[in-house]
T-cell receptor
Framework: GAVVSQHPSWVICKSGTSVKIECRSL??????MFWYRQFPKQSLMLMAT?????????EQGVEKDKFLINHASLTLSTLTVTSAHPEDSSFYIC????????????FGPGTRLTVT | AQKITQTQPGMFVQEKEAVTLDCTYD???????LFWYKQPSSGEMIFLIY??????QNATEGRYSLNFQKARKSANLVISASQLGDSAMYFC???????????FGKGTHLIIQP
């Protein structure tokens, strides 16, 4: 199956700083990528849909100025958490859709963010 | 908008028994997809099985099968001959007909006992 990577796998940052998470499709071109957030012992919540060459579409309640998404190429999307606070600590997972297949989404391994 | 309901927060099952994980969905889309994912403690999301809303036959993938009852809006996952390695969180999810992201249920924590 297709492979999606995320970097870093975990990160600790201080409150008020920004942190960037990368999501890459390694062996296919992904016109659409998705960003999810998962709090401990909870489900995944879709944050935004990232489309190559256009602005991301954010889900209701997600602050677009806080969670900046850039889909710079067909294999790379980045999520930047700006002015991070402890309540932003979470597990962030991306997925990518392979245009060759109508439905399947391939998930990255996730990034665990801890804000101190 | 889509909604997924998983009513079993946790389940204990004896090894080698069959397991059914419940999932009901609500959607206004005519065309939609139903997914099951497994999430072990490592956090990775492992795709198990997919059912399209227009598929007449239940999907099967090895030990996994999806019991799709469209009229009841039900998409239960059946795992045959459970193994210790099946212990994990299981999420049911759906997506609309377009290039939509997934809407997940709250998940079921499955524990297989020897």
């Amino acid at each position: 199956g297709a492979v999606v990577s995320q970097h870093p796998s975990w990160v600790i940052c201080k409150s008020g700083t920004s942190v960037k998470i990368e999501c890459r499709s390694l062996d296919f071109q992904a016109t659409t990528m998705f960003w999810y957030r998962q709090f401990p012992k909870q489900s995944l919540m879709l944050m935004a849909t990232s489309n190559e060459g256009s602005k991301a579409t954010y889900e209701q309640g997600v602050e677009k100025d806080k969670f900046l998404i850039n889909h710079a190429s067909l294999t790379l999307s980045t999520l930047t958490v700006t002015s991070a606070h402890p309540e932003d600590s979470s597990f962030y997972i991306c997925s990518a859709r392979d245009p060759q297949f109508s439905y399947e989404q391939y998930f990255g391994p996730g990034t665990r963010l801890t804000v101190t | 908008a889509q909604k997924i309901t998983q009513t079993q927060p946790g389940m204990f099952v004896q090894e080698k028994e069959a397991v059914t994980l419940d999932c009901t969905y609500d959607t206004s889309d005519q065309s939609y997809g139903l997914f099951w994912y497994k999430q072990p403690s490592s956090g990775e999301m492992i795709f198990l099985i997919y059912q399209g809303s227009y598929d007449e036959q239940n999907a099967t993938e090895g030990r996994y099968s999806l019991n799709f009852q469209k009229a009841r809006k039900s998409a239960n996952l059946v795992i045959s001959a459970s193994q210790l390695g099946d212990s994990a969180m299981y999420f049911c999810a759906t997506t609309g007909g377009g290039a939509d992201g997934l809407t997940f249920g709250k998940g079921t924590h499955l524990i297989i006992q020897p």
